[in-house]
């Protein structure tokens, strides 16, 4: 049966079959701890070294950080929430107009993940944008609400600054130039998925994203500020990453773990659903020009030994994603398709 919109308003006692899990694949969410010691930075500190320090045992321990004093402003954030929000309760004519199954396509309103592919659905509708460059795709967006293109827009654009003062810092914490990222990932794109979760008659049969890896170099999260749901593999353990109202959790994606030869982890994180109230989170993804050739970096690699060589073969972004999209979700980790011989 194919997945179609599952924010109706309507309100399931019980799970749909298809969205039901195989008992070995379910989230056992009685076993999931909470993340006492997530990092939290703040990125507008003034001591640079401390900065890139924090940023460098954050992404080598955890491949997670969240920030604070960002630059993105509250009314930004506060409009972005409330335009999404809006959008999702529309009538569902007014929703299906976006509708599409393809994965290639944008923008698109769609369902689970990628349900061509799929055997089981996942509790999440989403809309997909593409945020840059923003005059190339802004006259693609939904028109309404009447308000969406102006606030996505003044969103996307302050949190691509954000993007890249991560990204600078996050090179310096390899002791690299700050812009080496930047130059590597050449002219990045930037897309968008809006999340909604409705509630979920039983959590404890399926998920709203399984477990996965992010194929972009960064992305940036803005999650529900009352709602629980993302959680993260950590040393074969899944934690939850509550939610902090003035924070974005950041976590490094594929890319940025093939240019750091693998010092930097491309994390497991999911998506769980509850029961009593629907969850909202706006992911933006920094994603490497098409073109952008992925490699290590060789200052990681080249002085370690004389038999030296990356743990990753070289290839372009383009490469990377045709690969990734081809695939279910919760496969082997895309990247062990790119290790040198």
């Not at 949190?159 to 700050?178: H, Q």
């Amino acid at each position: 049966m194919a997945a179609k919109l599952i924010s109706t308003g309507f309100r399931h006692t019980t799970l749909p079959e298809n969205y039901v899990r195989p008992l070995s694949d379910r989230p056992r969410l009685s076993q999931v701890s909470q993340l006492e010691d997530f990092p939290l930075i703040d990125i507008s500190s003034t001591d640079r070294s401390r900065l890139v320090q924090q940023i460098h045992q954050a992404c080598a321990r955890f491949g997670f950080f969240q920030v604070i004093n960002h630059g993105v402003r509250k009314a930004t954030i506060d409009e972005m929430v409330s335009v999404a929000h809006e959008f999702f309760g529309m009538s569902m004519d007014e929703k299906m107009k976006l509708y599409s199954d393809d994965p290639t396509k944008t923008p698109r309103l769609s369902t689970s993940f990628n349900v061509k592919e799929e055997e089981v659905n996942n509790w999440r509708d989403y809309l997909r944008l593409h945020c840059y460059p923003i005059d190339k795709y802004v006259h693609e967006w939904p028109s309404n609400p009447p308000s969406f293109k102006e606030v996505v827009s003044k969103y996307c654009r302050e949190v691509r600054e954000l993007g890249f003062t991560i990204e600078e810092l996050i090179s310096e914490s390899l002791g690299l130039e700050k812009d080496y990222m930047k130059n590597v990932l050449g002219e990045q794109g930037q897309h968008m998925a809006v999340n909604y979760y409705p509630p979920c008659p039983e959590p404890e049969l399926t998920y709203g994203l399984p477990a996965h890896t992010d194929p972009n170099a960064l992305t940036i999260l803005l999650q529900d500020a009352t709602v629980c749901g993302l959680q993260i593999l950590i040393d074969g353990h899944w934690f939850a990453i509550n939610p902090r109202p003035d924070a974005f959790v950041i976590n490094i994606g594929d890319q940025l773990q093939a240019l750091s030869n693998g010092v930097y982890k491309s994390v497991w994180h999911r998506a769980v659903t509850n029961t009593e109230k629907p969850r909202l989170s706006i992911a933006s993804f920094m994603c490497p020009d098409n073109g952008a050739v992925i490699s290590p970096a060789k200052p990681l690699w080249e002085a370690k030994e004389e038999e030296a060589k990356p743990i990753y073969r070289d290839y372009t972004y383009a490469e990377y994603y045709k690969k990734f999209w081809s695939r279910n979700l919760d496969q082997e980790h895309c990247l062990e398709n790119f290790l040198n011989d």
